[in-house]
C-alpha cells in the first residue's frame, strides 16, 4: 500500500464547496448581466502567457510577483498577473476589431503575494474596458456599471476615488521632481491609507525625493472640501503645467458626464493621494472602497493609452476597471449581505417513498426541471426520514413526497423545511404550488 498523501493546498488558494460557490454565482451573474446591459462583450485569454508579454509592462514590484517558470520546451511562461495586459495582447493581434470595443471579462489571475484578508494569490478579477476611445464617457460608462453593480448586490456605504496621472504627473513637474522620478513618486504616495502622512514622506525621502520637494509635493496633495473645490484649489498650482490643466479638464468632463448619470456626489471624491502603483496608467485613475469593514479597495483601475502600442507600435486609448471578486464576498459575508434563500442552488428534492412509487417521483423531477425549477430526485438508499435529514443538511427549502395513496389520486405532498408547512396538492397543479412558495422564499 502507498504512503497516505496529506490532503492540502498551496497557501494563498482555496477550495470552494457548494454553499460558497451559490454565493459566488450569485455576485457574477448580478456583475456579468450589468457589464452586458452596458454593451460590453465577453472575452477569455490563457492561463499562461509568454513571459516577455507580461514582464515590463506593470512596474518592478509587479514583476516580482508574477508567477514565472520555464516550460518543458525551456520557453519562459508566467501567469497572468491581471486582465489588462492579456487584453492589450489581444487587441494588438486582431485589430479588426470593431472599435471602440467594449469587452468584459470574468478569469482567475496569480499574484505570489503574501495571503490576508481578501488578499489571496489566487482570485479571480472582473473586469470591463473600453478599447479606442479617448472620450471620457468610456469612464463614465465603466464608473456608472460599478456603480449600478454595488448598489444592486446591496453596498450602500462605499466611496469611489477618482484622480489623474495627468494631474500626479503635473504636481511633480511643479514640485519640482524629474519624471524620472514620477513611477517612485506614484508608488509612496499610493500607499498613504496604509502608512499615512508621515509614512508618505519617510518614502518620498528614501526615494532619493529630497525634504523640500517632498514638502512641496504633500502641501498639494493635502487639498479638502468638496469635488468642485478641490478641483478649483488644483486649477491654482498646476497653472504651469500644460499635463496637469489637460488632466483637470478631463477631470471636470467626468464628473459632469457622472452627475448626468445621476450618481450622486455623496459616492464620488476627487482624491489626490489615489496614485494606483502600476506603471502603465496615463490618465484618469479610480479605486472603490467601503467604509466598514476595512479591506481595502474592491475595484480598481485607469486609462492606459500607451500599453497596446508596446505589442503592435501603434497606440490605442485605453480606459478599464476591475472589480476584485474575493474582497466584495468577503465584505458581503462579514456584513451578513446574501439573500436568506442563498444557501443551495438546489430548490426542491423530490423523495422516493419505495421502489413502486419511483417511476411516479421521476415524472415529478421531470416536470420540475421542465419548468427551471432546480431539482434534485433521491438517488439514495436512505427511508423517507433519511431523505428529509439530506434535504435539512444541503439546506433544500421545498420537499415533495408521493406514497402509494397520492399516485392513486394523482396528488403529492409539499413540505415548506423553512416553515415546517405541510400540505397536499393535486398534480397538475405542481409547478404553481411550488413556485408560489419559491416566490414567498425570494421575497424574504
Same mark, same amino acid.
Given at each position: 500500500?502507498?504512503q497516505k498523501?496529506k490532503?492540502r493546498?498551496?497557501?494563498?488558494?482555496?477550495d470552494f464547496?457548494p454553499?460558497?460557490m451559490i %454565493?459566488?454565482?450569485?455576485?457574477?451573474?448580478?456583475?456579468?448581466?450589468?457589464?452586458?446591459k452596458?454593451?460590453f462583450?465577453?472575452?477569455e485569454?490563457p492561463t499562461?502567457?509568454?513571459?516577455e508579454?507580461?514582464s515590463g509592462?506593470y512596474?518592478?514590484?509587479?514583476?516580482?510577483?508574477?508567477?514565472?517558470?520555464?516550460?518543458r520546451?525551456d520557453r519562459e511562461?508566467?501567469l497572468r498577473?491581471?486582465?489588462?495586459?492579456?487584453l492589450?495582447?489581444v487587441v494588438?493581434?486582431?485589430p479588426h476589431?470593431?472599435?471602440?470595443?467594449?469587452?468584459?471579462?470574468?478569469q482567475?489571475?496569480?499574484?505570489?503575494? %503574501?495571503?490576508?484578508k481578501?488578499?489571496f494569490?489566487?482570485f479571480y478579477?472582473?473586469?470591463?474596458d473600453v478599447i479606442g476611445s479617448a472620450?471620457?464617457?468610456?469612464e463614465a460608462e465603466?464608473l456608472?456599471?460599478i456603480?449600478?453593480?454595488?448598489?444592486?448586490?446591496?453596498?450602500?456605504?462605499? #466611496?469611489?476615488?477618482?484622480n489623474?496621472?495627468?494631474i500626479?504627473r503635473?504636481i511633480?513637474?511643479?514640485?519640482?521632481?524629474?519624471?524620472?522620478q514620477?513611477g517612485?513618486?506614484?508608488?509612496a504616495i499610493?500607499?498613504?491609507? %496604509?502608512i499615512?502622512l508621515?509614512?508618505?514622506?519617510?518614502?518620498?525621502?528614501?526615494?532619493?525625493?529630497?525634504?523640500?520637494?517632498t514638502?512641496?509635493?504633500l502641501?498639494?496633495?493635502?487639498?479638502?472640501?468638496?469635488?468642485?473645490?478641490r478641483?478649483?484649489?488644483?486649477e491654482?498650482?498646476?497653472k504651469?503645467s500644460d499635463t496637469?490643466?489637460?488632466g483637470l479638464?478631463?477631470l471636470?468632463?467626468?464628473?459632469?458626464?457622472?452627475?448626468?448619470?445621476?450618481?450622486p456626489e455623496e459616492y #464620488?471624491?476627487?482624491?489626490l493621494?489615489?496614485a494606483r502603483?502600476?506603471?502603465y496608467?496615463? =490618465?484618469?485613475?479610480?479605486?472603490t472602497f467601503?467604509?466598514?469593514?476595512q479591506? =481595502?479597495?474592491?475595484?480598481?483601475?485607469g486609462?492606459?493609452d500607451?500599453?497596446?502600442g508596446?505589442?503592435?507600435?501603434?497606440?490605442?486609448p485605453?480606459?478599464?476597471?476591475s472589480?476584485g471578486l474575493e474582497?466584495?464576498?468577503?465584505?458581503m459575508?462579514?456584513?451578513?449581505? /446574501?439573500p436568506e434563500? @442563498?444557501?443551495?442552488p438546489i430548490?426542491?428534492?423530490?423523495?422516493?417513498?419505495e421502489?413502486?412509487?419511483l417511476?411516479?417521483?421521476?415524472?415529478?423531477?421531470r %416536470?420540475l426541471?421542465?419548468?427551471?425549477i432546480n431539482?434534485?430526485l433521491?438517488t439514495g438508499?436512505?427511508?423517507?426520514?433519511?431523505? /428529509? =435529514?439530506?434535504?435539512?443538511?444541503?439546506?433544500?427549502p421545498?420537499?415533495?413526497?408521493a406514497?402509494?395513496?397520492?399516485i392513486?389520486?394523482?396528488?403529492f405532498?409539499?413540505?415548506?423545511?423553512?416553515?415546517?408547512e405541510?400540505?397536499t396538492?393535486? @398534480?397538475?397543479? #405542481?409547478i404553481?404550488?411550488?413556485q408560489?412558495? #419559491?416566490?414567498?422564499?425570494?421575497?424574504?
Open positions: 500500500m502507498s498523501i490532503p493546498i498551496y497557501k494563498g488558494t482555496r464547496l454553499e460558497q %454565493k459566488r454565482q450569485f455576485v457574477i451573474n448580478h456583475i456579468e448581466r450589468i457589464f452586458k452596458y454593451g462583450e465577453a472575452l485569454t499562461m502567457e509568454l513571459w508579454t507580461l509592462k512596474g518592478e514590484e509587479a514583476d516580482r510577483l508574477t508567477y514565472r517558470f520555464t516550460d520546451g511562461v508566467g498577473y491581471d486582465l489588462t495586459v492579456p492589450s495582447r494588438a493581434s486582431y476589431i470593431p472599435k471602440p470595443f467594449k469587452r468584459y471579462q470574468i482567475p489571475v496569480w499574484r505570489a503575494d %503574501k495571503p490576508q481578501g488578499r494569490r489566487e478579477q472582473c473586469d470591463i472620450s471620457m464617457l468610456a465603466i456608472a456599471a456603480y449600478e453593480i454595488l448598489k444592486v448586490l446591496g453596498f450602500d456605504q462605499f #466611496l469611489m476615488r477618482i489623474s496621472r495627468k500626479l503635473g511633480a513637474e511643479v514640485s519640482g521632481i524629474s519624471p524620472e514620477e517612485t513618486m506614484a508608488r499610493d500607499k498613504f491609507d %496604509k499615512g508621515e509614512g508618505v514622506k519617510s518614502e518620498l525621502i528614501k526615494s532619493g525625493i529630497n525634504a523640500a520637494k514638502k512641496a509635493l502641501e498639494k496633495l493635502g487639498s479638502s472640501g468638496t469635488n468642485s473645490q478641483i478649483t484649489d488644483a491654482k498650482y498646476l504651469e496637469g490643466i489637460q479638464e478631463e471636470k468632463k467626468l464628473f459632469h458626464f457622472l452627475q448626468i448619470y445621476e450618481i #464620488l471624491i476627487f482624491d493621494f489615489l502603483g502600476l506603471d496608467y496615463t =490618465g484618469p485613475i479610480f479605486e467601503v467604509r466598514e469593514p479591506i =481595502g479597495s474592491i475595484t480598481g483601475g486609462r492606459y500607451n500599453l497596446i508596446m505589442f503592435s507600435g501603434t497606440d490605442y485605453a480606459t478599464g476597471c472589480i474582497r466584495i464576498i468577503t465584505v459575508e462579514e456584513l451578513d449581505m /446574501f434563500y @442563498l444557501k443551495t430548490q426542491a428534492l423530490v423523495t422516493v417513498f421502489a413502486s412509487t417511476d411516479y417521483s421521476i415524472d415529478i423531477a %416536470k426541471r421542465a419548468a427551471h431539482t434534485e433521491y438508499e436512505s427511508k423517507l426520514r433519511g431523505q /428529509f =435529514g439530506l434535504a435539512n443538511d444541503k439546506s433544500i421545498l420537499v415533495i413526497i406514497g402509494p395513496d397520492e392513486e389520486n394523482q396528488q405532498n409539499l413540505k415548506n423545511m423553512r416553515t415546517g405541510q400540505s396538492h393535486l @398534480l397538475e397543479d #405542481l404553481m404550488r411550488v408560489e412558495i #419559491l416566490n414567498t422564499l425570494h421575497s424574504e
